[in-house]
């Protein structure tokens, strides 16, 4: 195994990533930043400095478990003081499984400032995939606003509440395209090569495996390449049976492989299409993209592929429940559990303030292990939609088994239920189902549960009124966030925090702490 060094200044630059110029966080002046390549079992050092002057950081690694390491995950208030500006943190681990990786800012919203990449981890020499391609391509997902993240930040927190909307432009690699026409005062340049399409340029009859991220903040993404079909066949670093698909539902925080194959009339070019699902489209659909020969034809003479109906939420839990662990790479579940924690996902008022939080009340000093079934409609807006907020963290037996089911709700709107995308840190977990409505503890698990080869993932969706349920060991020592992924909703408190094994944790980098109370790592 190697040790890979990388030595990051992470900075504001004038960028202008959809042609409109703005401030946007580059590491070493580029967003998203490096990818870091590794191969499975290598020691992975970034020497993060933070170039930001007046602002504090961190990054996490996300999908990698950090065994060993819990300091090491980047999750500021959680498991390390923020890099304050001027300073720089070393975060030092083994990538301990190959697969398609990312990492992010963990800090207020700066990942939706552009602090963001990817992480590509190989197989050691010698050892190959179950599945064969000729390229390797990354293919990184985000949407994008023009107000500040501070702006957007100081709306979400206020009295009244300010919505985030939605974005202006969606970025493939870090390109979109906005109307510059509509830029009012901005500066903004459609001839600024910054902005130029993202173009995948394929060998005619070549396999092409795509490694998919989304890094999005709040939107649900489909993604599609025009005439080419996709063999999904890895996600989140775990191989999929492989199955095909016209076009991929991809939620925040998820990574897939999927394999395409170049086979269609070389002579002419194919849009590759990103559509926003899940909540109602207002951002113009299509990053101008598109699959090329190196002979560059003409542009494609059709429209862009529209993907699915936005509200089609048959269409993505349908998606969800073809996912499982391939052939001869199955990982078995423990068949019963310890503990099942149900979480109500509901959006509340707490102070006055628009928040979205996990359960509807509650008081205790110990967080709750379920909600008010008997009572609580999840196809309606909670009767009263006030909250309390706590800080209690889930504290796991260590060693012991843990299911989770999400159970979705209606939001504070009427007759609206958003999908979460819900990721883990420091663990995978086995998906063991998803179904529609209010989530029956008795039936469910029994008639809906895979324990044969469910997926392991580290971030699943749950979808509108529906449930997802997932289970996981408590076995890496640590404190660990689980949380929506979308940048506004994490922000408005949707996320708790597990603690499990911490007397084994060893003895504490001096680097992650110095920042009071605000940090739960305790040294024992
Ligand atoms: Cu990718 Cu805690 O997030
Ligand atoms: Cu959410």
């Known amino acids: 195994a190697k040790v890979r060094r990388y030595r990051w200044e992470v900075t504001y630059e004038l960028q202008s990533p959809d042609c409109l110029e703005k401030l946007v966080i580059a590491i070493n002046g580029r967003t998203p930043g490096p990818t870091i390549m590794a191969q499975q079992g290598d020691t992975v050092i970034v020497e ?13 690694w996300h999908g990698i478990r950090q065994i060993g390491t819990p300091w090491s995950d980047g999750t500021e208030g959680v498991t390390q003081c923020p890099i304050l500006p001027g300073e720089t943190f070393i975060y030092k681990f083994v990538v301990d499984r190959p697969g398609t990786y990312i990492y992010h800012a963990h800090y207020g919203m700066q990942r939706s400032a552009g602090l ?4 590509h981890v190989s197989l050691p020499d010698g050892i190959s995939e179950p599945f064969a391609y000729d390229y390797d391509r990354n293919i990184v997902l985000n949407d994008w606003w023009h107000k500040t993240t501070h702006e957007q930040a100081a709306g979400l927190s206020s009295i009244p509440f300010v919505w985030v909307k939605e974005p202006q432009s969606l970025l493939i ?4 395209w906005f109307n510059c026409s509509q830029a009012g005062t901005a500066v903004c340049n459609s001839t600024n090569p910054q902005c130029s399409p993202f173009v995948l340029t394929v060998v005619p009859g ?6 998919i991220s989304s890094l999005a903040s709040l939107s649900a993404f489909n993604f599609e390449i025009e005439g080419h079909n996709m063999t999904v066949v890895e996600t989140d670093g775990h191989y999929v049976e492989p199955f095909v698909v016209k076009n991929l539902n991809i939620y925040s925080g998820e990574t897939y492989s ?7 009339e070389p002579s002419r070019n194919y849009w590759a299409a990103l559509n926003v699902v899940s909540r109602k489209p207002d951002t113009p659909p299509v990053s101008p993209s598109s699959t090329t020969t190196p002979t560059t034809p003409p542009p494609s003479p059709t429209a862009p592929p529209a993907g699915p109906l936005w509200n089609d939420t048959e269409y993505r839990l349908n998606q969800s429940l073809k996912i499982r662990a391939r052939r001869g790479y199955v990982y078995p579940p423990p068949t019963t559990t310890d503990r099942v924690i149900t979480l109500l996902n509901t959006q509340n008022r707490i102070d006055g303030h628009t928040r979205w939080a996990l359960h509807h009340t509650f008081s205790q000093s110990a967080p709750p292990e379920t909600y008010d079934r008997a009572n609580y409609d999840i196809f309606k807006q909670a009767a009263n939609p006030n909250a309390t907020y706590s800080d209690a963290v889930y504290r796991l037996k260590f060693n012991s088994t843990v299911d989770i089911i999400l159970q ?5 709107v009427p007759n609206n239920s958003e999908t979460h995308p819900w990721h883990l840190h420091g663990h995978d977990f086995w998906v063991l189902g998803h179904g529609p409505g209010v989530f029956d503890p008795v039936n469910d698990p029994l008639r809906k549960y895979n324990l044969v080869d469910p997926i392991m993932k580290n971030t699943v969706a749950v979808h509108p009124y529906g449930w997802t349920a997932i ?5 890496n020592p640590g404190v660990w966030a689980f949380h929506c992924h979308i940048e506004s909703h994490f922000f408005m408190g949707m996320g708790i925090v597990f603690e499990e094994g911490v007397e084994r944790v060893g003895r504490l980098p001096a680097a992650i702490m110095g920042c009071g109370d605000s940090h739960h790592l305790r040294r024992h």
């Open 116 to 119: 963001y990449g990817s992480i």
């Open 173 to 176: 690699n870090g390109r979109g």
């Open 258 to 264: 999927v394999l395409v194959v170049a086979d269609q």
């Open 206 to 211: 070549k396999t092409y495996r795509l490694r």
């Open 48 to 60: 993060v400095k933070n170039g930001l002057l007046t602002e504090n950081t961190a990054i996490h």
């Open 471 to 475: 289970r996981f060991v408590a076995d």
């Open 408 to 412: 979705n709700a209606n939001s504070m």
